[in-house]
C-alpha cells in the first residue's frame, strides 16, 4: 500500500486543527508589497510582486509581527546577498501567521519561529541552501505544507536546550540536505512525504517522531538516535506506518550504528535494498506488517542500556524476512518479545534467531543459510 500510495500520488493533505491557516485564503493584500524593503516589519497581509535580494547584514530579511498575517511571496524570492554572514536571517516570525508560494534562500537561518507558542504555517515554500532552514526558537508549533527543503546543513532544527514545539509536515520533500530534520525537545509529525539523498533523515535526541506514508529512499542514513545515558535527553518513539524505506546506504550511520529509542514501531511498511541491518536497542517495541528484502542485514533487537536496564519486551507480529544477508530476525538475550507469524525465507543466516524471545506461534522458515529458527518453532509451511 506504501509503495502504491507513494506511486500514484494522494489527494492534498489538509491543513492541521493546530494552525487556524487557510492555505488558500484569499486576502486584503497591504498596498506596500511592490515598496517592501530588506529589514521591513509586516504587520498587514503582504504580497511581494518583486524578488528580495538582502544583505546578510541586516537584522532580518523580513519580520512578521502581528498575528493573523499572511505574507505571501507571489512566487518571487528572498534571496541573501553577499558572504554569509553568521546569524542572518531571511523571515522572522513573532506572531500566529502564514508564509507561502515563494523562495528564501541563502541564509544562516531561513525561516525563524522567534516566540514561544506561535502557530505558524508555511506552505509551497522553497527553503533552500540555509545553514537551518526553518528554525524554531521559541515554543512554535510548525505546519509545513507541500514545501521542498534542499541543499540545507539542517532542514528543521529548533534553538539548543532553550526551545520546543512541533513540526507538522505534510506532503513536502527533504532532498541533498545535511540533517533533514533534528528532533530536540520536540515532535516531528511527517505525513506523505518524501527524503531523498540526504546526509541523514532524521536526529531524534528528544521528542517523538512519527512517518506516515513516507517514502526515505538514497539516503547515507536513515536516523541517528543515540542514547545519552544518565542525561536528559531521550527518543522517546520512533514510529514508521505505510513507509518505504529503500535503497538507503545504512540505516544508522557508523558512529552511532544502533537506533536506542525508548519505543520502536514499525507497521505495514517495507525496508528494501538497505545497505545495513537495522539494530534496535529499546524498552519496548512493535513490530507489525512489515517486510524486509533484500537488505545488507535483517532486524536486530537488543536491550536498552540505562540506569536500570531491562529486557526489551513487545510485539515482532506478521513480518515478512525475505533474501537479506545475515539473520532474517534476531533477537539478542535477554530480551523477550513476543515473535508471532511470521515468515522468514532464503536469508543467509537464521531465519530467526531469538533464543529468549516468547514463542507466540504460526512462524514459517525454510531455506535460511545457517538455518531456520533457534529458540522458537517454525514450520517450513
Same mark, same amino acid.
Given at each position: 500500500?506504501?509503495?502504491?500510495?507513494?506511486?500514484?500520488?494522494?489527494?492534498?493533505?489538509?491543513?492541521?486543527?493546530?494552525?487556524?491557516?487557510?492555505?488558500?485564503?484569499?486576502?486584503?493584500?497591504?498596498?506596500?508589497?511592490?515598496? $517592501?524593503?530588506?529589514?521591513?516589519?509586516?504587520?498587514?497581509?503582504?504580497?511581494?510582486?518583486?524578488? &528580495?535580494?538582502?544583505?546578510?547584514? $541586516?537584522?532580518?530579511?523580513?519580520?512578521?509581527?502581528?498575528?493573523?498575517?499572511?505574507? @505571501?511571496?507571489?512566487?518571487?524570492?528572498?534571496?541573501?546577498?553577499?558572504?554569509?554572514?553568521?546569524?542572518?536571517?531571511?523571515?522572522?516570525?513573532?506572531?500566529?501567521?502564514?508564509?507561502?508560494?515563494?523562495?528564501?534562500?541563502?541564509?544562516?537561518?531561513?525561516?525563524?519561529?522567534?516566540?514561544?507558542?506561535?502557530?505558524?504555517? %508555511?506552505?509551497?515554500?522553497? %527553503?533552500?541552501?540555509?545553514?537551518?532552514?526553518?528554525?524554531?526558537? #521559541?515554543?512554535?508549533?510548525?505546519?509545513?505544507?507541500?514545501?521542498?527543503?534542499?541543499? !540545507?546543513?539542517?532542514?528543521?532544527?529548533?534553538?539548543?536546550?532553550?526551545?520546543?514545539?512541533?513540526?507538522?509536515?505534510?506532503?513536502?520533500?527533504?532532498?541533498?540536505?545535511?540533517?533533514?530534520?533534528?528532533?530536540?525537545?520536540?515532535?516531528?509529525?511527517?505525513?506523505?512525504?518524501?527524503?531523498?539523498?540526504?546526509?541523514?533523515?532524521?536526529?531524534?535526541?528528544?521528542?517523538?517522531?512519527?512517518?506516515?506514508?513516507?517514502?526515505?529512499?538514497?539516503?547515507? /542514513?536513515?536516523?541517528?538516535?543515540?542514547?545519552?545515558?544518565?542525561?536528559?535527553?531521550?527518543?522517546?518513539?520512533?514510529?514508521?506506518?505505510?513507509?518505504?524505506?529503500?535503497? !538507503?546506504?545504512?540505516?544508522?550511520?557508523?558512529?552511532?550504528?544502533?537506533?536506542?529509542?525508548?519505543? &520502536?514501531?514499525?507497521?505495514?511498511?517495507?525496508?528494501?535494498?538497505?545497505?545495513? /541491518? &537495522?539494530?534496535?536497542?529499546?524498552?519496548?517495541?512493535?513490530?507489525? #506488517?512489515?517486510?524486509?528484502?533484500?537488505?545488507?542485514?535483517?532486524?536486530?533487537?537488543?536491550?536498552?542500556?540505562?540506569?536500570?536496564?531491562?529486557?526489551?519486551?513487545?510485539?515482532?507480529?506478521?513480518?515478512?524476512?525475505? /533474501?537479506?544477508?545475515?539473520?532474517?530476525?534476531? $533477537?539478542?538475550?535477554?530480551?523477550?518479545?513476543?515473535?508471532?507469524?511470521?515468515?522468514? %525465507?532464503?536469508?543467509?543466516?537464521? #531465519?530467526?534467531?531469538?533464543?529468549?524471545?516468547? @514463542?507466540?506461534?504460526?512462524?514459517?522458515?525454510?531455506?535460511?543459510?545457517?538455518?531456520?529458527?533457534?529458540?522458537?518453532?517454525?514450520?517450513?509451511?
Amino acid at each position: 500500500m506504501a509503495l502504491s500510495t507513494l506511486l500514484m500520488g494522494t489527494t492534498t493533505a489538509q491543513a492541521s486543527a493546530a494552525v487556524p491557516f487557510d492555505a488558500n485564503a484569499k486576502v486584503a493584500y497591504s498596498l506596500s508589497g511592490a515598496t $517592501v524593503q530588506c529589514g521591513d516589519t509586516l504587520t498587514h497581509h503582504t504580497k511581494l510582486t518583486r524578488d &528580495l535580494n538582502c544583505p546578510g547584514t $541586516v537584522p532580518y530579511a523580513l519580520r512578521v509581527a502581528a498575528a493573523g498575517v499572511v505574507l @505571501d511571496l507571489g512566487g518571487y524570492t528572498v534571496r541573501r546577498t553577499g558572504p554569509q554572514v553568521d546569524g542572518s536571517q531571511g523571515i522572522v516570525v513573532e506572531a500566529d501567521s502564514m508564509v507561502r508560494n515563494g523562495t528564501i534562500q541563502g541564509f544562516n537561518y531561513g525561516l525563524v519561529g522567534q516566540l514561544s507558542a506561535l502557530h505558524v504555517r %508555511l506552505h509551497k515554500l522553497a %527553503l533552500l541552501d540555509h545553514i537551518r532552514a526553518v528554525y524554531d526558537r #521559541g515554543a512554535t508549533n510548525f505546519l509545513i505544507t507541500e514545501c521542498r527543503l534542499s541543499g !540545507n546543513v539542517a532542514g528543521l532544527g529548533n534553538e539548543f536546550d532553550a526551545s520546543n514545539g512541533t513540526f507538522d509536515v505534510r506532503s513536502s520533500v527533504f532532498t541533498h540536505n545535511g540533517t533533514a530534520m533534528f528532533a530536540d525537545f520536540h515532535n516531528i509529525d511527517v505525513l506523505d512525504s518524501t527524503f531523498t539523498s540526504n546526509g541523514n533523515v532524521v536526529y531524534c535526541w528528544q521528542g517523538n517522531v512519527r512517518f506516515r506514508s513516507s517514502m526515505l529512499a538514497w539516503n547515507a /542514513s536513515v536516523s541517528t538516535i543515540p542514547n545519552d545515558g544518565a542525561g536528559p535527553r531521550m527518543c522517546s518513539q520512533m514510529r514508521f506506518e505505510n513507509t518505504l524505506i529503500a535503497n !538507503n546506504t545504512a540505516f544508522a550511520p557508523p558512529t552511532v550504528p544502533v537506533w536506542e529509542p525508548l519505543r &520502536l514501531s514499525m507497521i505495514n511498511s517495507m525496508a528494501v535494498n538497505n545497505g545495513s /541491518s &537495522l539494530q534496535a536497542a529499546a524498552e519496548t517495541v512493535y513490530i507489525d #506488517g512489515n517486510t524486509f528484502y533484500d537488505n545488507a542485514g535483517g532486524l536486530i533487537l537488543s536491550d536498552r542500556p540505562g540506569v536500570v536496564t531491562v529486557p526489551l519486551t513487545g510485539i515482532v507480529r506478521g513480518n515478512q524476512f525475505l /533474501s537479506n544477508d545475515g539473520d532474517g530476525l534476531r $533477537v539478542l538475550a535477554p530480551s523477550t518479545p513476543t515473535v508471532i507469524g511470521n515468515v522468514a %525465507l532464503g536469508n543467509t543466516g537464521f #531465519g530467526i534467531y531469538a533464543p529468549t524471545a516468547f @514463542d507466540g506461534g504460526g512462524n514459517v522458515a525454510r531455506d535460511n543459510g545457517a538455518g531456520d529458527c533457534v529458540g522458537i518453532f517454525c514450520t517450513p509451511y
